[in-house]
């Protein structure tokens, strides 16, 4: 981008950490926190990949609620279609208040909460989270027929895998 500075950037590696990355803003420094045996190689690619997922955080990026129900839209077209109506929620929307879930769905009132926590993650995982939400519309609990709908979901079990490395990782265990 014409006139944006580079920022300085603080590598700073941890024994604690096997694969998680994070980074943040320190006022005019970015903080980049890698895993202690990372290779030269993986530091220059993690710094690069942080720098650009803070870019698009502090840019809003497309993470809009409105982009959410096109998601959901598109989920429910191609994993729940035979549902019709009781698969379409009345309300999706990103929350800042849900610490303790990556998500939440009230079907009484058919509305999903997504929250604010996996708005930098890959698409995929956005997806599987609100896959997850849609198929409790149909199915409330956590029974053999609701994992068989989120099941149709191709990464359903990658997905689940990622959320359950980032909370490990944030010790703070989350779940849905
Ligand atoms: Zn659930």
Redesign the pocket.
């Known amino acids: 981008m014409a006139g944006a500075r580079h920022p300085v950037v603080e590598v700073r590696r941890s024994q604690r950490r096997r694969r998680t990355v994070s980074a943040y803003r320190d006022g005019e420094r970015v903080v980049v926190l890698i895993p202690d045996q990372f290779s030269r190689a993986e530091e220059s690619e993690w710094v690069d990949r942080m720098l650009a997922r803070l870019a698009a955080r502090e840019g809003r990026f497309a993470r809009s609620d409105d982009d959410l129900f096109g998601r959901a839209t598109r989920l429910r077209g191609l994993y729940l279609a035979e549902y019709g109506d009781r698969a379409i929620p009345v309300s999706v929307r990103w929350v800042t208040n849900q610490n303790g879930r990556w998500g939440s769905c009230t079907p009484a009132d058919r509305t999903i909460r997504i929250s604010h926590r996996i708005q930098d993650m890959p698409d995929w995982v956005i997806d599987y989270v609100l896959l997850?939400e849609l198929a409790?519309l149909i199915v409330p609990s956590?029974n053999a027929r609701f994992w068989a709908l989120v099941g149709r979901y191709p990464k359903a079990e990658r997905a689940r895998g990622y959320l359950e490395g980032v909370a490990a990782a944030s010790g703070s265990p989350l779940g849905?």
Do not use: N, P, V
């Open positions: 997850h409790h956590h849905d």
